[in-house]
């Protein structure tokens, strides 16, 4: 039977929490570099990855492939999934590196941006989106959990999509004990869980209740390591390149964004309807500053 990368990756993403020590150290190498996989010796892999090149060896019979290098084939198959990122990165450290110029320093941060949001749109599976999509069409409810610093993305998705939909909910703090928003949760809800590493707690907590009772997880992150992959039914990686100390969410948003744009295209007058009469709302209870 034919591998293919997309297959590979989900099936060690799945696999990896119960591998051994050595293994989950070579495969969060090889889950995060693809590229390495595809490009370098199996020697200089396991180097990176500071394993021995006998466990290489081991991780690729794993996934049943009878070498490691059958597996490199899969990956080298895969190039065209991965490749975008290196242009940005190595323009960004061209701009960035030993500079405290200000222009560069401006230049940086727009090239990780353009790289973030390029790596996203290109890497997208369109048909695992036009899934995603589905479900949560057809979901009972619809609940969105994020912390930390993923709650104001988290709460952004759902203030929007409440303006279209009756059947959605934030999972939040302000909202009261966490325990009792996930309580009712069953197979025929939908959660979207946010989190980038290091992943919050509580969002983990969620996405792992629901998953336990058959509900659909949709787990939006940044590695195919995080724990948050570990219960999700699907699996959406946004990258953060930032060149600065903390992660850039500009991708997660535009993510976020994509995910709306194409559940209301896909809705009917039904959706219309409710924008519209909360609109009328606002506009009656003052809630927008006056026209001038």
């Not at 320093?105 to 995603?132: C, E, M, P, W, Y």
Request: aromatic share 8%.
């Amino acid at each position: 039977m034919t591998k293919h990368y997309k297959d590979t990756v989900e099936q060690l993403t799945r696999a990896y929490p119960n591998l051994s020590k050595q293994l989950k150290k070579s495969a969060a190498y090889v889950l995060e570099y693809p590229g390495d996989v595809a490009t370098l010796s199996m020697r200089q892999v396991a180097a990176r990855a500071d394993v021995p090149p006998p466990t290489m060896n081991r991780l690729a019979k794993s996934l049943e492939f009878e070498t490691y290098n059958a597996m490199r084939d899969v990956y080298r198959g895969g190039l065209d999934v991965f490749s975008p990122t290196y242009p940005s990165r190595a323009t960004e450290l061209q701009l960035t590196h030993g500079s405290a110029d200000l222009e560069a320093s401006i230049q940086g941060v727009k090239s990780a941006a353009l790289g973030n949001l390029k790596h996203l749109f290109d890497s997208i599976d369109r048909t695992h989106l036009q899934h995603i999509i589905s479900s949560l069409t057809c979901a009972r409810n619809v609940f969105v959990v994020g912390m930390h610093a993923a709650h104001s993305i988290a709460n952004y998705l759902h203030y929007v999509a409440s303006m279209c939909f009756r059947n959605w909910q934030l999972i939040s703090h302000k909202n009261g004990e966490i325990a009792d928003q996930v309580e009712g949760i069953n197979a025929d809800d939908v959660i979207i869980a946010i989190s980038l590493n290091p992943c919050a707690a509580d969002t983990v907590r969620v996405a792992k209740r629901a998953y336990e009772v058959g509900a659909k997880v949709i787990g939006i992150t940044d590695t195919r390591t995080s724990p948050l992959a570990t219960y999700s039914t699907d699996l959406l990686i946004t990258p953060v390149h930032s060149p600065h100390f903390f992660e850039s969410y500009i991708a997660t948003a535009a993510l976020v964004e994509m995910i709306l744009g194409f559940l209301v295209a896909d809705s009917d007058q039904e959706v219309i309807d409710n924008i519209t009469k909360l609109e009328r709302n606002r506009t009656e209870f003052g809630e927008y500053w006056p026209e001038q």
